[in-house]
């Protein structure tokens, strides 16, 4: 059973510019999650999606945003992008929100 | 709001011998979920254990244990017989068991380097 994958696994951008980072949960799986992970803040809620529906937002300016499409994949974009959006993006799949949760390897952006 | 404390930033252990490592929460939540995951160099976080609040028997897996105080809100990871695959960060996370709000919230982590 192919675990969660996240594409790309490294990104470089320039600041001002919008990036796209998609996440594929496993199969059966209906809810995703996203995290952002870095050194001085640690691990933070970004949003997280059950059957296309946001059903959760963490504390993140409305430059980060996300959606689910049917097939349960996500995507989260981050427009205008700031120096400090450096970090590691995480995607988490469950079978159903509340449930255990399963994680990819991760986008590392890094913004210059 | 639920808080995850990891006052340890960093332990080291020898090869074969047994750690511990200390997570605390606070929530006002009855019912809920506590895990450790496991972020080794490959930045890959994996799920180490998982404890149900309602279950008053520590959870094991292997090598792996918990001490779950539910009155002291704590809930500390025992690795026995360490090898040097345990070498990572280990997160403790929180999760409410409803459904409206089942992000996790993790402590900072604390970094565990095994002796050979």
């Known amino acids: 059973k192919a675990g969660v994958t996240q594409t790309p696994r490294y990104l470089i951008k320039t600041r001002g510019q919008q990036v796209t980072l998609s996440c594929s949960p496993i199969?059966?799986?209906?809810?995703v999650s996203w995290y952002q992970q870095t050194p001085g803040q640690g691990l933070q809620f970004l949003f997280e999606y059950f059957s296309e529906t946001q059903r959760n937002k963490g504390n993140f300016p409305g430059r980060f945003s996300g959606r689910q499409f049917s097939n349960s994949r996500s995507e989260m974009n981050v427009s205008t992008l700031e120096l400090g959006d450096s970090a590691l993006y995480l995607c988490?799949?469950?079978?159903?929100?509340?449930?255990?949760?399963?994680f990819g390897q991760g986008t590392r952006l890094t913004v210059v | 709001a639920q808080t995850v404390t990891q006052s340890q930033p960093e332990m080291s252990v020898q090869e074969a011998e047994t750690v511990t490592l200390s997570c605390t929460y606070d929530?006002?939540?009855?019912?809920?979920?506590l895990f450790w995951y496991k972020q080794p160099p490959s930045r890959q976080m994996i799920l180490v254990i998982r404890q149900e609040a309602y279950k008053q028997q520590n959870a094991t897996e292997n090598r792996f244990s918990v001490n779950f105080q539910k009155a002291a809100k704590s809930f500390s990871l025992k690795i026995s017989d360490s090898q040097l695959g345990d070498t990572a960060m280990y997160f403790c996370?929180?999760?409410?068991?409803?459904?409206?709000?089942?992000?996790?919230?993790f402590g900072k982590g604390i970094t565990l380097s095994v002796r050979p």
């Open positions: 996370a929180f999760m409410i068991e409803t459904g409206a709000n089942s992000k996790l919230t």
């Open positions: 988490a799949s469950s079978r159903a929100p509340g449930t255990e949760a399963f």
């Open positions: 199969s059966g799986h209906r809810s």
């Open positions: 929530t006002s939540e009855n019912n809920y979920y």
